[in-house]
């Protein structure tokens, strides 16, 4: 968004030098974060007047389908609007814009259930369209495995992994079984104890293989159950296996 300047290197989006074409720039982009902040005295509808007046690309048309989705009122008071009310209105003035770069940080914290599916649906609508990205930052891994083509995991400002949501899916399985005590899981590539008690054992595997339970039954174990992992599932493992490589 400009608000920082690089240490070294550039950085272009939509196809722009960010620090030459800022304003440029930001007429293509965007961006919503829960920092921001509306005009307390002012109405929803005062709102889309003056962002209006900024944006050639405000679609009127859209901006009111997007109030009756949202369940909101051109004259409510920005004062008396709940959190959800707010983010929603926040979220209409971003996407009635129709930008072709969407920069989303945390839009559904805080929500409730209705108000979280309602935003999720009409990004669901936005990401249908081809030619528009959207950049979502989140802590919620429901929703980014809900809408997401590509995830990158951070780890306390480091990239621990980043790949195709599908593949992530897919590739990643735990494995429940049943082992000796004197028991060790064979050298496989990618395949990781997670936890042991007595003779049940969780290991995590993200490179799944074909031969893998065969690989395990041959070594002494009882296999259980091979199941798929959910994106936060696969996201603490993740974590938790790139704090242990970190060098010290």
Do not use: C
């Not at 669901?124 to 929703?143: C, F, G, K, P």
């Amino acid at each position: 968004m400009g608000l920082v300047n690089p240490d070294s290197g550039s950085v272009s989006v939509v196809g722009q030098p960010m620090l030459s074409r800022a304003s440029a720039v930001k007429q293509e982009i965007g961006y919503f974060s829960d920092d921001m902040r509306l005009y307390k005295p002012e109405s929803i509808g005062w709102h889309m007047q003056f962002v209006r007046s900024l944006y050639p690309s405000w679609n009127d048309d859209y901006a009111r389908e997007l109030l009756t989705r949202f369940g909101l009122i051109e004259k409510q008071v920005v004062k008396g609007l709940s959190h959800g009310q707010r983010v929603k209105t926040m979220l209409l003035l971003v996407l009635a814009r129709q930008p072709k770069l969407l920069i989303l940080d945390e839009p559904t914290n805080g929500l409730d259930p209705v108000s979280r599916h309602e935003v999720l649906t009409e990004l669901m609508r936005v990401i249908a369209d081809e030619n528009r990205t959207i950049l979502y930052s989140s802590h919620n891994t429901q929703d980014v495995e809900q809408i997401s083509d590509s995830i990158t995991f951070i780890d306390q400002g480091r990239v621990v992994a980043s790949g195709d949501r599908d593949d992530y899916l897919e590739q990643w399985k735990r494995i429940k079984l049943h082992a000796p005590e004197s028991w060790h899981a064979p050298r496989i590539d990618g395949l990781q104890l997670e936890s042991s008690f007595r003779s049940h054992r969780v290991l995590s595997m993200n490179r799944y293989r074909e031969d893998l339970a065969s690989l395990l039954i041959a070594s002494g174990a009882t296999v259980e159950t091979i199941e798929r992992m959910s994106l936060e599932e696969i996201f603490v493992s993740t974590v938790l296996r790139g704090r242990e490589e970190k060098p010290s």
